[in-house]
Nanobody, 122 residues
Framework: QVQLVESGGGLVQPGGSLRLSCAASGSISSIDAMNWYRQAPGKERELVATISTGGSTNYAASVKGRFTISRGNTKNTVYLQMDSLQPEDTAVYYC????????????????WGQGTQVTVSA
């Protein structure tokens, strides 16, 4: 059973910072890309940042230069450092991972975390 567990959300004032963490556990062979998505009330879920197994990163235009995605030494952990937060960053943030298993190495399976609330307000 694979689990993605997120932490680090909360309430922060505009201009502040938060660091989200996501740890994947279970009988995992390898993890390809790990991603952060967010969903604000009344809006569709959007891709915020992605990092490949080789460390290549991509960001949504709205967060580029303010957010930094990184992976831990074990490669099963991903972080999202969020600086200069603005009210429009308020959303539930979800971790996403593309995972391979020994019993089906040619296929990738998508898993999601439970989400963590980030609220930016004065």
């Amino acid at each position: 059973q694979v689990q993605l567990v997120e932490s680090g959300g909360g309430l922060v004032q505009p201009g502040g910072s938060l660091r989200l963490s996501c740890a994947a556990s279970g009988s995992i062979s390898s993890i390809d890309a790990m991603n952060w998505y967010r969903q604000a009330p009344g809006k569709e879920r959007e891709l915020v940042a992605t990092i490949s197994t080789g460390g290549s990163t991509n960001y949504a235009a709205s967060v580029k230069g303010r957010f930094t995605i990184s992976r831990g030494n074990t490669k099963n952990t991903v972080y999202l450092q969020m600086d200069s937060l603005q009210p429009e960053d308020t959303a539930v943030y979800y971790c996403n991972a593309l995972i391979r298993f020994d019993w089906s190495p040619a296929l990738r399976y998508t898993y999601w975390g439970q989400g963590t609330q980030v609220t930016v307000s004065a």
